[in-house]
């Protein structure tokens, strides 16, 4: 399905169009458990949109993909994340302080964070959507690599992926509904995501007003009201016992609250982001991302001037640590764009399609349903990397895993999970080696070897560790497991910290 040039740039400034006016929009009432009543911008702007995480995030993986090239991983996102982001607030600053105790992803975003449940991934997708567009599964293992950093194997990973699947297909495809299937199709039936979601395409087939469907998603899915900093919910919602809530489980009524938007706004643009604000909670991020997808389904020329007009084209940042900028970022969204599409067609011609965005038309006659439809591959990589650390090589994906967490249990034992798939159409014999600090030990022994078959066999080679140090003494512990391929002069290093937490 080739995408022409012109509608394929129209669709990406939609999208930054959107994601910029749905941000300003909802930014003052942001985090307010209660309805609203708006019906336009509530700020005096001055012809400048406010400065929003959720764009200023994606102007720093856009760097890194103009730096490191279109095979970045959470390893790499891992390290601009330290680099240029500069919150040290909820999952932003747990990831952040996991990340120098030397914790990798997904574990930085997994230990001991009660916010990997909240919404600071999904707000950041659009840019693989855009690098991916009309390829759904693409853009969700970028967003997972993404998200794991500071959500780890939480309901905000699966948020990102959902959103991005849903962002990437919008190219092709208008009938939200089917956008949302497509994005549930992407993450796992029994999340909570997606129990919140189904709460709210149920309300709204019932027939239930959007306030009565807010009602609804509230009751079942909500988290602490206010963003735990602040009283912030009226007294209405308190007399409901919406006051209370789990602690940072934030992103499932979130997300429900952007599926009903897409579903109550009727496709106009006015009404879909103004319905997200209206809803309460992120309503920043909410109206953003509906703004957003509206943006890339029907393209920069169909949102209403008089949304633009306020804010102008310019892009404000406020979470960025510009003085360590090694390139100049994007000033507006149509330099945004451009720099996007660039990234875009990098990507499409890397995967053998070298005139998918070049076509004198588009062309969507050739969508086909199993274009959207994740594949076996995609469904054994998140089977098998869900909450453990991944490490890619030339011949091999080696997946990682602490079943107790990177912390030893009472008796100085942490068990370690090692699971290795092959990507190539021969077998290999891997040996492994420990290397590890005084007093460690591994219980099975420090060296040994294992088969790991040829990829068409799709059989793991799958070993079982635990170290041991009955006295540890020291902050933390780095340990290093080294695999060797017989006949590959090639070793492959994976380094696993231990916290010491007594």
Known sequence: MPFNHDDYKNKVLGCWLGKNIGGTLGAPMEWWRQTHDVTFYTQDLGGEPIPNDDLDLQLVWLMALEERGLKIDAHDLAEYWLMYITPHYSEYGTAKANLRAGLIPPISGSFRNVYKDSCGAFIRSEIWACIAPGLPEVAAKYAYEDAIVDHGDGEGTYAAVMIAAMQAAAFVISDFKQLIEIGLAYIPENSGVTAAVKTAIASYDAGKSWKQTRDNILENHRGEGGCVLWDRTCAEDKKKGFDKGEKGYMVPSNIAIIVAALLYGQND????????????????????????????????????????????????????????????????????????????????????????????TTDLSKIKPEDFT????????????????????????????????????????????????????????????WHLPPQWQVIQGLAGQTICHAFDFCENANINFTLHCENFTTPSAQCVLALTVTEMAKKMLIPITIINTR
């Open 374 to 433: 994740p594949s076996i591959q995609y469904r054994e990589m998140m089977r098998s990397a869900i909450g453990k650390m991944k490490f890619h090589f030339d011949s091999f994906d080696v997946f990682v895993g602490l079943p107790n967490g990177p912390i030893p249990d009472n008796q100085g034992q942490t068990p370690v999970t090692l699971e290795i798939h092959g990507r190539t159409r021969l077998p290999g014999v891997v040996n492994f080696q």
């Open 269 to 360: 643009f006015e009404k879909t982001i103004c319905t997200a604000v209206n809803f309460g909670e992120d309503t920043d991020c909410t109206a953003a991302t509906v703004g957003a997808l509206w943006g890339i389904i029907h393209g920069a020329k169909e949102i209403p001037q008089k949304w633009i007009e306020p804010i102008g084209r310019t892009i404000k940042t406020i979470c960025i640590a510009n003085g360590e900028l090694m390139r100049p970022l994007p000033k507006t969204v149509d330099e945004l764009t451009d720099r996007t599409i660039h990234q875009g067609k990098l990507l499409t011609l890397s995967l053998g399609k070298e005139n998918y965005l070049n076509a004198d």
